[in-house]
């Protein structure tokens, strides 16, 4: 393996995985156009040395190694980096596409580490065409069930959140998730965050103006997730 060889290596590995990571920079996610970059050339680096190591030693050991043995610590290392974009949000995880996404990368920059050039970019094509592509696929075949967000700031007092969710029932919108934070800066208030479908039935102004009606509730924002 020859000096231009793996520097050509190391480029390839480099733009594969800054198309993906460009993609995920675009969507805010946590992970991206560096990270993935940084994924894609670390495990391409890894590759060549785990390819060069046993060549080194070809005529002095009789056993000079298993060329697979240190790129295959990528697969289970990259883990960990994958479990810091996993984010918890009340009752739902959100991050998993971008950990898969670090988890793919890191075999596209093996791949690419180890000549195979080929399946490097036809899976890098495959998860662009994931990512984009079938998003948009997803989103319109489940357009009826898109999402927002209602962030409400309310009185801690007993009964709040049962009243909110009465308003919405009877308007026929149904939570998805739901948590509850502190307003430090003020005791006696809390926020109250929920996810919800969306519905023909009530516009979002009249929803904010039936739940700033109720006793208690201090301002309502609503946000689309769709």
Known sequence: MEGIEIILRLLLACLLGGLVGLER???????????????????????TVSL?????YEGVLSNPGDPGRIAAQVVSGIGFLGAGTII????????????????????????VGAGFYLNA????????????ILNQVELRMYNDKKLCSLRIKIFDQPG???????????NG???????????????????????????????????????TDLSGVINVKINDLG
């Open 88 to 111: 918890r949000e009340g009752f739902s995880v959100t991050g998993l596409t971008t950990a898969a996404g670090l988890w793919t990368v890191s075999g596209i920059g093996l791949a």
């Open 160 to 170: 709040s959140l049962g009243k909110i969710g009465s308003v919405l029932g009877e």
């Open 121 to 132: 970019v036809i899976t890098t094509v495959l998860v662009m065409l994931t990512l984009t």
């Open 173 to 211: 919108i149904q939570i998805t998730d739901a948590s509850i934070e502190k307003c430090y800066k003020e005791a006696n208030n809390v926020y109250i965050n929920l996810k919800v479908q969306k519905t023909n039935k009530v516009e979002p102004n009249q929803l904010v103006a039936l739940l």
């Open 52 to 56: 060069k190591l046993p060549l080194l």
């Open 25 to 47: 920079e675009r969507s805010y996610r946590p992970a991206g156009f560096r990270t993935y970059i940084l994924v894609a050339v670390g495990s391409a680096l890894i590759m």
